[in-house]
């Protein structure tokens, strides 16, 4: 049964995440239509909503392996003990395959542009070359050297692509946001089915140099004179402004082919009951009298059938929040939770006892709506940047203790996007961020405070993956690997997924040449080229 509920999950995720006016145009099979009659503007929706939706995809690995999250439930062993579980390691290749149907479409959408009306649809392309980097950005960055130059040109040919180098990725990628950003124009005509921004161009062309930002700033280990360059460009471009900046996908709770992914992932009933904040996470937030505390996390009702009902809400209260330690199971040996070092026991009895039932778990009416928010891309991640960049002595405008304040008071403003019910007040901001100002004592202690601000900001608003992305870049914050019996990562917090499995068949030259460049070979503890020590 378990196996069959994945499916159709996996099914529906790739599906979620669209509008009710736009579903069924979505779901319109264009190879069934003709540029005449098809509207290329609803394959832009198309790729954002499957971008947006990544559900199981980024929860069994990511969001534990960066300790946001913790589980004891044996799927998410992958991520939360580096253990290949079973069948679920199929999850380590779906970005790939998820990266190259996303860029299908939007190639697809240019393509039936051109052949309709360069011109009138100029606005449309040029968004399309961003969203084509922003879709492999994330794929290059998950497995390394992959396909680019390529991509998605099966109509022309090419039915092996090669795989670029990471660093030749790079370079294009920069390039092409640089030429697409110049080309839009808010005297043309605006896409009609945007999900991101409803069309404004002005907004797009934030988002365009804020991607630069982002791109240029993976870059500070491995090539700091380019990283430079670009996020200097990008800052003086003008990247996100606010929180009314943040890229978004608002699902429908109300259509079961539109619901948040990630919803119905943790609502599984094994999720709903072993799915808890880590406790690296919550003794931060405690540590630092976050008030983050009193709004993201609660308390199951007690018993293990109140752990299970979904309908019935939990004790926010900040002072009883608590995480769930990564690399603990169930099983009743020497790693079960009942014996790690300050285990509070369960709640309940006998038949009704649920063992984890006074750990926190994300709130279920802030982050478990079938029609919730997805975060995609944030104000308070590129202020991050811009304060990295600043203490970094490059020529960014304004201060890097401007920047990051920022940043943290973006994340926290980014949470209300998510639920009303968590905001927190002006003043308790302010105080926070008085009592924890950016450490400019050196650099090291300005880009550990910068970059752990950026792991909460991310993993709060669920964006696992860039969370993940950014802690291998940054190193920070400096999180204690478990090491469970049967890793495969020799107690190594994984540095990358596998490729997809079927490329050494269906592309095999290719993935044997990017395979050979690969340090550490096609492996989870391998290393993409900007990932340096």
Request: aromatic share 12%; charged share 15%.
């Amino acid at each position: 049964m378990k196996k069959i509920f994945l499916f159709l999950l996996i099914s529906t995720v790739f599906l979620t995440g669209c509008t009710k006016s736009q579903l069924n145009n979505i779901n319109t099979d264009p190879s069934k239509s003709t540029a005449a009659n098809f509207d290329p503007n609803e394959l832009l929706s198309t790729a954002q909503l499957n971008y947006a939706n990544t559900g199981y995809y980024q929860l069994v690995y990511e969001s534990t392996m960066m300790q946001v999250l913790a589980s004891t439930y044996f799927y998410y062993n992958n991520g939360d003990k580096y253990i290949n579980e079973g069948n679920f390691t199929d999850y380590q290749g779906a970005i790939f395959t998820q990266g190259y149907t996303e860029a299908g479409d939007i190639r697809q959408m240019q393509q039936l542009c051109i052949q309709r009306d360069s011109a009138a649809y100029s606005n449309l392309i040029n968004i399309g070359n961003i969203m084509f980097v922003f879709i492999l950005q994330r794929t290059t960055d998950m497995y390394g050297d992959c396909p680019y130059s390529q991509a998605d040109m099966a109509q022309q040919g090419i039915k092996y692509p090669v795989y670029d180098t990471q660093q030749s990725i790079y370079n294009s990628m920069l390039t092409s946001l640089d030429n697409a950003i110049a080309k839009l124009n808010i005297n043309r005509d605006k896409p009609t089915a945007d999900l991101f921004y409803n069309g404004d161009i002005t907004r797009w062309k934030k988002f365009g140099y804020s991607l630069m930002l982002r791109i240029a700033m993976r870059l500070t280990k491995v090539d700091p004179v380019t990283a430079e360059k670009w996020a200097e460009k990008a800052a003086a471009g003008g990247t996100f402004n606010d929180i009314s900046d943040n890229a978004i996908v608002q699902t429908d709770a109300t259509n079961s082919a539109s619901q948040n992914g990630t919803s119905i992932a943790l609502r599984t009933l094994t999720d709903y009951e072993q799915v808890r904040w880590s406790k690296t996470l919550i003794d931060f937030l405690r540590k630092t009298n976050d008030p983050r505390l009193s709004v993201i996390g609660e308390i199951p009702a007690a018993g293990l059938a109140n752990n299970g009902n979904e309908s019935l809400s939990g004790n926010p209260d900040s002072s009883l929040q608590l995480g769930l330690p990564n690399g603990y199971d169930l099983l009743g040996g020497a790693t079960d939770i009942n014996k790690s070092p300050g285990y509070p026991g369960g709640t309940g009895t006998g038949a009704d006892y649920a063992p984890l039932g006074n750990y926190s778990r994300p709130r279920t009416s802030v982050y478990l709506k079938l029609g919730g928010s997805i975060m995609v891309f944030t104000y308070a991640e590129t202020e991050f940047l811009l304060a990295e960049a600043k203490v970094r002595g490059w020529n960014i405008d304004g201060t890097a203790q401007q920047h990051y304040a920022n940043g943290v008071t973006g994340a926290f403003q980014s949470l209300t996007q998510l639920d009303a019910q968590t905001n927190v007040n002006p003043a308790s901001i302010s105080s926070y961020l008085s009592s924890y100002p950016l450490d400019m004592s050196s650099l090291n202690n300005s880009l550990q405070m910068i970059n752990t601000q950026y792991w909460l900001a991310t993993g709060t608003t669920f964006n696992f993956i860039e969370n993940w992305f950014n802690w291998k870049r940054s190193g920070y914050p400096a999180l204690t690997p478990v090491n469970y019996a049967g890793n495969v990562t020799m107690g190594t917090i994984p540095r990358r997924m596998i490729y997809l499995s079927t490329e050494i068949l269906t592309n095999p030259t290719n993935y044997k040449a990017a395979v050979a460049r690969l340090p550490g070979g096609d492996v989870l503890t391998g290393r993409v080229w900007w990932d340096k020590q």
